[in-house]
C-alpha cells in the first residue's frame, strides 16, 4: 500500500478509537487536561494517540468485523441485498502481491479502493464501540435526561448500520474490480499466473492455466 494511504487510514481510524476512548475515561473519571498546556504539546499527543490506536484498533476492528458479517443472521441479511463478497482471502491477497509488482496508476487505484474499505469498516466499529461511550458519557455527566441519550444512541447505532452497508458495498466493489484487473494481468503473464490458484467450486482452489 502507498505510504500516504496506509498513514491517513491509520490516523483516521486512530481518531475514531479515541473519540470513544475519551468519552470512557472522561465518563468514568474526574481526570482533565490542563488548561494551561501549549497546543503543540495537545496536537502532538492526539497525533501520537492516534498512531498508535490505529495501528492496534485496525487489526481488531477487521477481526470483529469479520466474525460480525460470517455470523449467520448476518449473512441472510447481506444475501437478498446483493453485497458481501466471500473471495478467499488468500486470493484476494495473491491478486494483490500481483497487481502491486508493477507499482501502475491501475494498482494504485486499487489500493486506494482498499483503503476506504478498511476505513469504512474501521468506522463500523468505532461507531459500535461510541455508542455506550456516548450513553454513559450524557448519564453520568449531564442531566440532559433519558429521552435524549436514547435518541442519541439509537442514531449512532443506525450510523454504524448505514457504514456496515456501505463498508460491504466498497468491499463488494473493490474485490471485483481487482479480480479482473487480476485476469488482464493473468493474460498479460501467463507463466506467472500459472503458479497462482483461484476459486474454483466451493471453498477448494485450482491453479491458473496460462490459457485462460
Not at 481510524?13 to 475515561?25: D, F, K, S, T, V
Not at 496508476?105 to 463500523?124: G, M, V, W
Not at 455527566?141 to 460491504?168: C, H, N, Q
Request: hydrophobic share 50%; proline share 7%; with cysteine.
Amino acid at each position: 500500500m502507498p505510504a500516504p494511504a496506509e498513514f491517513a487510514q491509520i490516523i483516521v481510524i486512530g481518531l475514531g478509537a479515541e473519540a470513544w476512548l475519551l468519552l470512557y475515561l472522561v465518563a468514568f473519571g474526574s481526570w482533565r487536561w490542563p488548561a494551561d498546556v501549549p497546543e503543540g504539546i495537545v496536537l502532538f499527543v492526539v497525533t501520537a494517540a492516534s498512531i498508535i490506536l490505529g495501528v492496534l484498533f485496525d487489526r481488531i476492528a477487521d477481526s470483529a468485523y469479520t466474525t460480525f458479517r460470517e455470523w449467520p443472521p448476518v449473512l441472510r441479511l447481506l444475501r437478498p441485498l446483493k453485497i458481501g463478497e466471500n473471495t478467499p482471502k488468500g486470493m484476494v491477497a495473491r491478486m494483490r502481491l500481483r497487481l502491486n509488482e508493477s507499482d501502475s496508476p491501475r494498482s494504485r487505484f486499487l489500493e486506494y479502493q482498499r483503503t476506504r474499505f478498511r476505513i469504512a469498516r474501521a468506522t463500523t466499529f468505532n461507531l459500535v464501540m461510541m455508542a455506550p461511550a456516548v450513553g454513559l458519557f450524557l448519564g453520568l455527566r449531564t442531566d440532559v435526561g433519558a429521552g435524549p441519550i436514547v435518541i442519541a444512541v439509537l442514531l449512532i447505532a443506525l450510523g454504524a448500520g448505514l457504514s456496515f452497508y456501505t463498508a460491504e458495498r466498497i468491499g463488494t466493489a473493490w474485490v471485483r474490480v481487482l479480480s479482473e484487473a487480476y485476469r488482464h494481468w493473468a493474460r498479460e503473464n501467463p507463466e506467472k499466473a500459472a503458479d497462482d490458484v483461484v476459486p474454483s467450486h466451493g471453498a477448494t482452489l485450482r491453479s491458473v492455466k496460462p490459457k485462460c
